[in-house]
Every structure is written in structure tokens, then in C-alpha cells.
């Protein structure tokens, strides 16, 4: 059975005053918690056993905002990271967690949007035999762990922060990892910045040909919200397809009454201790339609 992770710690520091008391991951984008994008990510790839790792100080606030996760018919379990010691020791912090199955890591917060992205990361979470990563056509790859194709399009190399142009596509927040993550992790060594990087980790699968690369074409979005500003056009994002559609982006009662997670009865209970919010009159809208 696959495992999911989500990775809502880190100080978020570029956000400053406003994540002084709270994670960035309990701020909202848009009409509800950023923590909730990346949790329909793994719900839309069928993993319903998810570990999330936070600050100490933040701990307490999730568990409080996420429960255990039987609204959705989820699993939820937590962890902690005491430090921001890179994104590859989540593997390490969930080893327990893992029990050498297959693994899904997402970072807090990334947001995934696209017409048939749910084939797509169930298709990558049913592979149990290497790796899959997201790449995204970026303006500013110099931020970002970015993949070196050769002339047949092949992968070849993922370099973190590249000093010089390599290429515009970025690996995104978003890995699926076969049992052997664990061990590659463990074999990992801090960066300059005292970091595990995930471009070593991911480089780990590469060398050995075990790493499948999907590109994220146009009609996709990838929105990377670690700055103001780019919660701000998060934010949006999210309120222009909504309201243009009608249809919510990342609502888990909605993904987890299409998948039989839940009964209507869960959804009701939901609806009547959000009946005053537009999530819950979302949640009677679907709940009629359904």
C-alpha cells in the first residue's frame, strides 16, 4: 500500500509577520487552507494512508484543523521536524511511517491543477518499481532543482539552482518513490547549506535509470506559493476558476465522496458545522447533485 507525505514545516520566513505565529500551510489561498491543496493531490492519487510532517510549534494546529482524517476517509498521522534540514529528511523523519512500502511526497505548498492530472498521478502511484517527478516549463529556473535533457529528450541530470542555463523545466514539488527511497535517503549527504537535498535524492534514481520524468504541458498550473506575492496570485487563480466554473478547486469531501471514501450522511455532518460558509454551501450543492 502507497504512502503519502505531506511536508508542511520549514520557518517561512519570506513571510514574515504573517507566519511569525502560524505555518504558511494553515494561512488560506483563497476560500480555505493552503494544507488542503496538497492533501487532494494524494487523495486524487488514491493515497489515503498520508503522514504530515510540521514544526513543533505547529503541530498542535493542524491536528486541530485535519483531525485524524475520517472526514474524508482518510488516515492521517503526524511527525515533526525540528529544524528545516532539507526536504529529503521527511524520508528519513517517516521511515517508521513507510514500512518499506512505496512512497508519495508532496511539499505544503504546491498547488496542481489540470484537466486529467488525476490519471496522471494515479498512473505514477501505481508504478512500484522506481520514481516519477513533475516537471513545469519555468521563467526562472535558476530557483529551482531543474532536469538536463539530452538530444532524445532524456533526462540525464537534475541540478539545484543552476548557475548557468540548463534548461526552463523545473521538477516540482510532487515525487513518487518505490520502496527503495528509504535507503537512498540514508545514503545521502548534507549539502553546503547543511541541507538533504531532493535533487540528490531524485539524482539517486536517475544514475541507477530508475527515474521517470512527466511534463507538465500547457493547460497545467503549478503554483508555488512561498512568497506574498505568489499567494496573492494563488489566491486568484483559485477564485477565477471557481467562480468561471462554478466548481471547487480541492474541495477532499467532494474528491472523497467521488471515490465511495465517504458516505452522504459524512458530508451532511459536514455541511451543518459549515452551513455558514461558501465550503459548506458548496457541499449541499454537490450533495444535491450527487
Known amino acids: 500500500m502507497r504512502k503519502g507525505i505531506v511536508l508542511a514545516g520549514g520557518t517561512g520566513t519570506r513571510l514574515y509577520p504573517s507566519t511569525k505565529i502560524f505555518s504558511k500551510q494553515l494561512l488560506t ?13 494524494l487523495m486524487l492519487s488514491e493515497v489515503r494512508d498520508i503522514l504530515i510532517i510540521t514544526t513543533p510549534n505547529d503541530h498542535e494546529h493542524f491536528v486541530r484543523l485535519l483531525g485524524d482524517g475520517s ?10 521536524q525540528e529544524k528545516p534540514k532539507g526536504i529529503a529528511e521527511s524520508i528519513l523523519i ?16 504546491n498547488i496542481f491543477f489540470g484537466q486529467n492530472f488525476s490519471n496522471r498521478l494515479i498512473n505514477a502511484a501505481t508504478q512500484h518499481s522506481g520514481a516519477t517527478v513533475f516537471s513545469y516549463h519555468v521563467n526562472d529556473p535558476e530557483n529551482y532543482g531543474v532536469v538536463k535533457m539530452d538530444k532524445n529528450n532524456i533526462a540525464k541530470e537534475i541540478v539545484e539552482k543552476p548557475k548557468s542555463f540548463i534548461s526552463n523545466f523545473a521538477i516540482t514539488g510532487l515525487y513518487f518513490y518505490d520502496n527503495n527511497v528509504v535507503e537512498y535517503a540514508k545514503s545521502l549527504r548534507p549539502s553546503d547549506r547543511g541541507e538533504l537535498e ?26 508555488d506559493t512561498g512568497t506574498h506575492e505568489n499567494m496573492l496570485s494563488a489566491s486568484n487563480f483559485v ?9 471547487m478547486i480541492s474541495c477532499l469531501e467532494e474528491i472523497a465522496l467521488m471515490k ?19 465550503y459548506g454551501v458548496y457541499l449541499a450543492k454537490i450533495l444535491e447533485a450527487s
Not at 71 to 80: C, D, M, V
Not at 198 to 223: H, K, M, P
Open 29 to 41: 489561498i483563497y476560500d480555505k487552507p493552503l494544507i488542503f491543496y496538497p492533501l487532494s493531490t
Open 71 to 80: 472526514n474524508w476517509g482518510i488516515n492521517l498521522s503526524y511527525a515533526t
Open 94 to 109: 517517516g521511515e517508521k511511517f513507510i514500512n518499506n512500502e512505496s512512497c508519495s511526497l508532496i511539499l505544503g505548498d
Open 198 to 223: 531532493i535533487t540528490d535524492l531524485n539524482n539517486c534514481y536517475l544514475q541507477n535509470g530508475s527515474l521517470n520524468v512527466e511534463f507538465l504541458g500547457r493547460g497545467y498550473a503549478w503554483l
Open 239 to 247: 477564485n477565477t476558476v471557481q467562480k468561471r466554473q462554478g466548481l
Open 260 to 278: 465511495g471514501w465517504i458516505s452522504k450522511e459524512d458530508v451532511e455532518r459536514q455541511i451543518s458545522l459549515l452551513k455558514n460558509s461558501s
